[in-house]
């Protein structure tokens, strides 16, 4: 047991070694649940909403669907769709590659209905890669929350 510990702690000791950073946000739409789920559109649907991305296009790779996203400086990120639930308006999606200071990146957004309209939770999970863990976090918190704008905007907030 003891060196097992030992072996922990010389591994966390090491530099660079990082845990799991997360980020997470949320927007309110006047809009119904379904309208703000519709705005999301399918898995390639993040072109219409989300400000980075200029175009999406989606292929079958082995059985899951995948996604390439064209950011506006020609630089792509490939992502692959995880979980996806019409019924409780949610999907999950993991990059695969990407320009973004993260590895091991999950996340997932949700829609969920409100007494006002809609509420859009889109959180995240990643090993910050290429920077400190909290200049990670607020590149991510960035792209989430142009994202947030961006869906509150399309269901016509």
Known sequence: MKTTTLAIAALLALPGYAFAADVSGTVTTTADAKAAWAA???????????PA?????????????????????GSTIVEDLVAWDDADMAYTYRIIESPLPVDNYESTIKVTSTADGARVDWTGTFDPKGMSEG????????????????IAEAAGQ
């Not at 999301?40 to 989300?50: K, N, Q, R, S, V």
């Not at 996604?67 to 506006?72: F, M």
């Not at 200049?135 to 961006?150: I, K, P, R, S, W």
Request: charged share 20%; with cysteine.
């Open 40 to 50: 999301l559109g399918d898995f390639c649907g993040i072109e219409a909403w989300h």
């Open 53 to 73: 991305v200029t175009a999406c296009s989606m292929e079958d790779h082995g059985g899951t669907k995948r996604r390439t996203l064209t950011l506006g400086d």
């Open 135 to 150: 200049d990670a976090v607020g590149v991510m918190q960035g792209v989430y929350d142009a994202g947030l704008t961006g």
